[in-house]
């Protein structure tokens, strides 16, 4: 098994980031607490691949899950609502 | 391709505003709107062509560029439109009706889904990762690119309108039932629905619930029942019944 930062079921915190230029992480998760679920592997940094680089090193890219309700100050689902969403490694936080 | 980068509209957007209908019973008033109305469909309509040109007259440009700097020969370029408008969704209603069919194929698929759309022959070495997720009884998943429009084009075509616009990506994430009702569907209560995000590398294939009365369907028939929008999440396959009735109303219209 490849080792990798951060296992499935761990808690973590997406970090509150706000770096100019292009990045792939949504402004409603930042700050917010999910659950890793799938781990994809290994892929190019698209914060660097944006402008013309070559995307290394690779980042290690998770699948974190959500309550949706978290995520909102209203009401967006069933309890039992979730959303998932791709974070890459330099974005999380171990909560 | 490491990332499909496409976004769309940019910095080009019109907003024709509210076009308030007031009724009366006053015959005047009523010519008045007719009046007004057409005016208005003459505007939208000028504008569409405004802005069709004006892709049109940026994209030759573009192209005439790449030809004078022999980056792209006329021939390519030709070639990489055709493959684009050649890719379908009817390239993944065939591998949901082989799932339908085949357990093992479906276990393949959920576990590496480019793999399984290999021995398909559907090539996906465009995406960086398939990932197939399956619908049941207490579990649904619908697809959302809030950041931009991602979506597997090399296994259903390019993405609808909606799927691109500011409306679906931002209401799907913060009111994921009212969309699909929106849509014209009603997620059941009780089960949970999950929002996938496709915001980076992967890009996602639902498997859809095998409608009930298709247990001695071909495989050639339950790719009929096989919608776009079954694959995206937001809506059924075909049941036998609904199938049944647009093969009648096409039979009518021809």
């Known amino acids: ?95 | 391709m490491a990332h499909s980068h496409d976004h769309h509209n940019g910095g080009h957007v019109h907003h024709h505003g509210d076009h308030p209908h007031t009724y009366s019973q006053d015959p005047s008033a009523h010519n008045a709107r007719m009046q007004s109305d057409d005016a208005y469909r003459e505007g939208a309509v000028k504008q569409v062509e405004h802005d069709l040109d004006y892709y049109q007259v940026r994209m030759m440009a573009l192209m005439n560029v790449l030809r004078e700097k022999g980056l792209l020969t006329t021939d390519e370029m030709r070639r990489a439109v055709e493959e684009i408008y050649g890719q379908s969704p009817a390239i993944g209603s065939r591998i949901i009706a082989r799932a339908w069919v085949d357990e093992g194929f479906k276990e393949r698929l959920l576990a590496d889904a480019d793999a399984a759309c290999g021995e398909m022959g559907v090539d996906t070495t465009g995406i960086n990762r398939v990932v197939a997720l399956e619908n049941t009884d207490t579990t649904r998943y619908m697809v959302v690119c809030t950041l931009c429009s991602c979506y597997p084009r090399q296994i259903l075509g390019q993405p609808p309108t909606w799927y691109k616009s500011f409306p679906y990506r931002s209401k799907a994430v913060t009111d994921p039932r009212g969309t699909l009702k929106d849509m014209g569907f009603d997620a059941p209560d009780d089960v949970e629905l999950i929002v996938i995000d496709s915001n980076a590398d992967c890009r996602y294939l639902i498997i859809p619930q095998r409608p009930a009365g298709t247990e001695d369907w071909t495989e050639a028939q339950l790719f009929q029942l096989v919608t776009r929008d079954s694959m995206i999440g937001v809506g059924d396959p075909l049941t036998p019944e609904q199938l049944e009735e647009a093969v009648q109303a096409s039979g009518q219209a021809t």
Do not use: C, S
């Not at chain 1, 290394?56 to 959500?66: A, D, G, H, K, T």
């Not at chain 1, 909102?72 to 171990?94: M, N, R, S, T």
């Open chain 1, 1 to 95: 098994m490849e080792e990798t930062t951060f296992r499935v079921g761990d808690r973590v915190r997406i970090k509150e980031m706000y770096p100019d230029g292009h990045h792939r992480t949504t402004y409603f998760v930042k700050g917010k607490t999910g659950v890793v679920n799938r781990y994809f592997g290994k892929y190019k940094n698209p914060e660097n691949l944006a402008y013309g680089g070559d995307g290394l090193p690779l980042r290690e890219l998770y699948w974190v899950e959500f309550d949706i309700n978290d995520l909102w100050d209203h009401e967006a689902g069933k309890k039992q609502d979730k959303l998932y969403i791709e974070i890459y490694e330099h974005w999380l936080e171990p909560v």
